[in-house]
């Protein structure tokens, strides 16, 4: 102890503040190492940036380079540091958006094929976000179908043979969403089904939705309303279990409003189309916004409120969606409040692209045509118990023979009290019969004596 004492005190402030210096001095040492580190890797980051500018100058000089340049990039050429392949990703999406702006859709599916070596090396996820990206973006050039199918199928037999099941579900459901598209019903249905076993069993929730979706709109199609209700029905209990995005709900809403209109519930479909087109235009979702629009002015033209439309259009969020479509819209409207058959033809006529392209607006709007035909001829037959066919089809300005077809098909109906004399060319209209309720009054009256004889019946077995 006295020893260790005597050794401390010999220890001067000289040799303290040396030591305190060392200590600094290899702390800064560490620090710099630190600093060379970042300073290696923020290297390779600012290699990648400058050569992805170099690329996009070359763009507008020498399109050619500009996609070597982007793909010596990808394929890393210079062996720069890229562990997360974050540079090259962004290589891979630049050059995607600038072969969409050459309407390349050749090279893009070429480009999904090259990039298979590099696939090996990413993670799963990244690939298959890669892989949907590229799809997503031929999906943009125009005429690009065919192309878009064959690219589905290539990838899918890939995935099968490197086993990556997570990516071919969404590829196959993607297929089958194209199938629809090009109105291959039968093998959209096949994949469909074949998918629906598969996922099921992972219970992935999210991939459900959108399989039930596909199958929804594809039942639609097919005219199969029962079993389109029960794939939306098993869509939104799908949906409901977990956290459902913005723009999924949303085509959910809008295929709940579709279905709602065709059973005639056109305020509850309105609805639908509001929270559908609330959700698209929240998103910049401009395309389907529009979609969404137009069928809440279908639903208002239904509900027999033509006068409301104008208020939606010129509404703020309205008037973001101008076009051809809304413009039809409109004009249908404006036809249906003045009541003219005659005007809401020349429109049908006028906007036949944009009214006919779409088969659910058209299916609508052929009811609402005979609907406002019905009435015209109830409306002109009102001072007539005779009337020559002819001399009505010359106050309508239809046709004889449709004129006629109208009739024998409204009398059918049990909507028109008469019947036609074709020999000679006349409706005859018969007066409306005044059914006395006494008749009624005495069926009813039988009936529940009927029931009180039944359960007197009954009684007295029960005594006996």
């Known amino acids: 102890k006295s020893w ?52 996009r100058d070359l763009e507008t000089t020498n399109p ?29 999406y630049a050059l995607g958006e600038f072969l969409v702006a050459q309407k390349k859709a050749g090279d893009i599916s070429t480009l999904s094929k090259e990039l ?33 199918i064959e690219m589905c199928t290539d990838c899918i037999e890939w995935c099968k043979g490197e086993k990556r099941t997570f990516l071919r579900q969404r590829v196959e459901t993607r297929l089958a969403g194209l199938y629809l598209q090009e109105c291959k019903y039968q093998d959209a249905l096949e994949l469909l089904n074949k998918l629906l076993i598969e996922v099921k069993k992972l ?10 979706l596909i199958a929804c709109r594809t039942d639609y199609a097919l005219q199969n309303i029962p079993k389109a209700k029960a794939s939306l029905t098993a869509s939104k209990t799908n949906a409901n279990a977990i956290h459902c995005p913005p723009l999924l709900q949303a085509d959910i809403d809008n295929l709940s409003g579709v279905l709602s209109a065709r059973e005639k519930d056109y305020r509850t479909a309105y609805s639908y189309f509001y929270e559908a087109f609330e959700a698209y235009n929240s998103a910049d979702s401009e395309q389907k916004a529009r979609t969404s629009l137009k069928y809440m002015l279908l639903a208002k033209i239904m509900i027999g409120r033509p006068q409301e439309t104008g208020a939606i259009i010129s509404s703020k969020s309205g008037l973001k969606y101008p076009g051809p479509e809304i413009d039809a819209m409109a004009a249908v409207a404006s036809a249906h409040e003045e009541r003219s058959l ?10 036949k692209d944009q009214l006919a392209g779409d088969p659910i607006v058209l299916w609508h709007l052929s009811d609402l ?27 309508m300005e239809l046709p004889l023979q449709r004129t006629q077809a109208k009739l024998s098909e409204m009398i059918l109906d049990q909507k028109l009290n008469g019947t036609l004399d074709q020999g000679i060319g006349v409706l005859i209209v018969f007066d409306q019969e005044q059914v006395r309720s006494t008749y009624d009054n005495a069926l009813k009256t039988i009936k529940n004596t009927s029931e009180v004889l039944d359960t007197l019946y009954g009684m007295a077995k029960e005594v006996a």
């Open 4 to 55: 260790l004492e005597a050794h401390r005190k010999q220890v001067s402030p000289v040799d303290l503040a040396m030591s305190h210096n060392m200590e600094v001095d290899s702390g800064g040492n560490a620090a710099a190492a630190d600093m060379e580190v970042d300073e290696e890797a923020g290297g390779d980051t600012t290699l990648f940036a400058d050569l992805m500018e170099k690329a």
């Open 64 to 92: 050619e380079k500009a996609i070597q340049a982007y793909k010596d990039i990808i394929h890393n050429k210079q062996e720069l540091d890229d562990p997360n392949a974050k540079g090259r990703e962004q290589a891979i």
């Open 369 to 395: 045509n005979e609907t406002l035909l019905e009435q015209n001829i109830n409306r002109i037959l009102e001072p007539f118990s005779r009337v020559e066919i002819a001399h009505v089809a010359e106050l």
């Open 116 to 148: 298979r070596p590099l696939f090996i090396e990413l993670p799963k996820a990244k690939t298959a976000k890669i892989v949907r990206i590229l799809i997503d973006l031929l999906a943009k050039t125009p005429d690009s179908m065919a192309l878009q």
């Open 203 to 212: 219970d992935d929730k999210l991939l459900l939705v959108e399989i039930h």
């Open 342 to 351: 005659k005007k809401f033809e020349a429109v049908l006529e006028t906007h």
